[in-house]
């Protein structure tokens, strides 16, 4: 497209399409490299973002009749019933923990149980408590490294756009808006793009952070419970 500038001097310049394909297509390598990047990243967030939110709701969901479904056993002293209660949950991070105490207790039931013994249930539902935590926790490491990283790869993408733009200056020796039109597209292209990635990792991590503390709260309390229960069954010993 042929223009003229304010001193009457004559230049071309290619028209450039805000379209995304348009802009795509005026993208150098490298800044494309940068959106194939952020798209990866995004891709690998909201993969994380299934899998966790199946695993906690399936966690919450068993969790809600399992909790009842042991207690009622326990209260009638048949605690091979709450085991295999348990076993049936294989979801749920209450069961999780109960059937490391429980098997823990049924394993010195034949002997007298003492302290000690009470104390070994302790210790196993700490171990069991530390694994479901940790199991619940993964991948929100990985969220948190794309919440914090994305802008930062959006923002290399928009330093990128800014050099295009002036090589664009330099190349067609022109000053207007036109000549730099592309160049900066490519840099608020990128940088959007790195908030699209990296806004839903930071909320998701945050929610599934706060929903992990109270699955934690609620593993300890079932905890606290189960090791009063065994006291109780052992005659008050500790």
């Known amino acids: 497209m042929l223009e003229v500038n304010l001193y009457g001097m004559w230049f071309f310049q290619e028209a450039v399409s805000f379209d995304m394909l348009g802009m795509w297509r005026t993208m150098g390598m490298l800044a494309k490299a940068v959106v194939v990047v952020l798209f990866l990243m995004s891709a690998w967030s909201v993969g994380v973002m299934i899998d966790r939110y199946l695993a906690f709701s399936g966690a919450r969901k068993q969790s809600r009749t399992f909790a009842p479904l042991v207690a009622g056993a326990l209260r009638e002293g048949k605690i091979d019933e ?82 295009n ?34 806004i839903p990792a930071v909320w998701a991590y945050n929610y599934f952070t706060a929903l992990t503390e109270s699955l934690d709260v609620e593993m300890d309390n079932s905890s606290s419970e189960l090791i009063d229960y065994f006291v109780k069954r052992t005659g008050g010993k500790k």
């Open 82 to 163: 709450a085991v295999r209660i348990a076993e049936r949950h294989k979801k749920s991070h209450l069961a999780k923990v109960v059937t490391a105490g429980l098997q823990e207790f049924q394993a010195h039931q034949a002997a007298a149980i003492s302290g000690e013994e009470i104390e070994a249930s302790r210790r196993a539902l700490e171990r069991s408590s530390a694994i479901v935590h940790a199991e619940m926790k993964r991948g929100l490491g990985t969220l948190a490294t794309i919440g914090s990283t994305g802008p930062f790869v959006g923002l290399f993408g928009t330093v990128v756009g800014i050099i």
């Open 165 to 198: 733009a002036f090589k664009s200056i330099a190349t067609s020796k022109a000053t207007g808006l036109a000549a730099v039109a592309g160049g900066i597209s490519e840099a608020l292209v990128t940088t959007a793009i790195g908030l699209f990635v990296a």
